[in-house]
């Protein structure tokens, strides 16, 4: 990673990987959503309701992987003073707040037709709207203190305490035996109980979206570091 | 009760959030690196 650390190295990656990371995004997003909406066949208890997942577990899964990302970089600023890291921080809070919003918006939209209700103050709804108001309070504590001219150690802080909640909205299907369904996926055993039709839709939908995310993260990198840089050269400008 | 309203409803929500944060991302970065660029520019 500190390799990365120069910020000219990393704009010489950033540059040509925005355009690839955000066309890829696109184009694999497109072609999932086709798939999910037009192709795959209603699932034998959800009926149709079960294309609202070709979406919404996509913004699930990067709700966490944003916040994940945040608990990372603030870990690198804290003990490296990685230079990149609080930019890499920042830049993921405002798509990671947005696909926790999707995701409990999706979640409602699921439910009505499938439970019968949008809201159940349910272990999995719950701490996934934490989530939405610990980004919301990491994007007003990060703007803070950069006003003020700080190097958010309290924001790294902040970003660091929050991945607390993610192992809580993992296992709240597990611990707490409500509303939400278990988990349907698992990574570590490599097993599904979604049967294959609906399960690849599912895959690449992912794929897209997270493929897309990275091109936001690197766009909105590159602006602050542009930013800095118009900010540094105004300050020689004024005090030659 | 038809579930299409609610498909759509989601797509529709997933698809406007998504392309809108991803042209203010792209919109602010070619603005910060133009304005950097034109200063670099300068003597």
């Known amino acids: ?240 | 009760m038809n579930a299409w309203p609610f498909i759509i409803a989601a797509y529709a929500l997933t698809i406007t959030g998504t392309l809108a944060v991803t042209a203010w991302s792209f919109v602010a970065m070619r603005r910060a690196e133009a304005e950097a660029a034109m200063l670099s520019e300068r003597p």
């Not at chain 1, 003020?148 to 993992?170: C, M, S, Y």
């Open chain 1, 1 to 240: 990673m500190h390799v990365y650390a120069n910020p000219t190295r990393f704009l010489k990656i950033a540059r040509p990987l925005t355009a690839w990371l955000g066309w890829a995004g696109g184009a694999t997003i497109a072609a999932a959503l086709a798939w999910g909406l037009l192709l795959t066949p209603p699932e034998r208890l959800q009926g149709e309701s079960v294309r609202i997942l070709y979406v919404h577990v996509p913004a699930a899964w990067l709700a966490m992987a944003g916040w994940s990302g945040i608990a990372a970089a603030s870990l690198m600023q804290l003990v490296w003073r990685h230079p990149l890291a609080a930019i890499a921080a920042r830049s993921i809070a405002v798509p990671g707040a947005l696909f926790t919003a999707i995701c409990l918006a999706t979640g409602s939209l699921w439910g009505r037709p499938t439970w019968g209700t949008y809201w159940e103050w349910d272990g999995r709804m719950t701490s996934m709207l934490v989530l939405l108001f610990l980004y919301a309070g990491f994007i007003a504590l990060a703007g803070a203190e950069k006003e003020k001219g700080g190097e958010g150690r309290i924001t790294a802080i902040f970003g660091l305490v929050g991945a607390v909640n993610l192992p809580i909205i993992h296992y709240s299907v597990v611990w707490w035996n409500t509303l939400h369904q278990g988990q349907s996926i698992s990574f570590v055993r490599g097993t599904s109980t979604i049967d294959p039709s609906m399960l690849w839709p599912l895959l690449v939908s992912a794929l897209g979206f997270s493929l897309l995310f990275g091109a936001i993260v690197l766009m909105r990198m590159r602006a602050e570091l542009a930013r800095i840089k118009v900010e540094a050269r105004l300050k020689r400008m004024a005090a030659s």
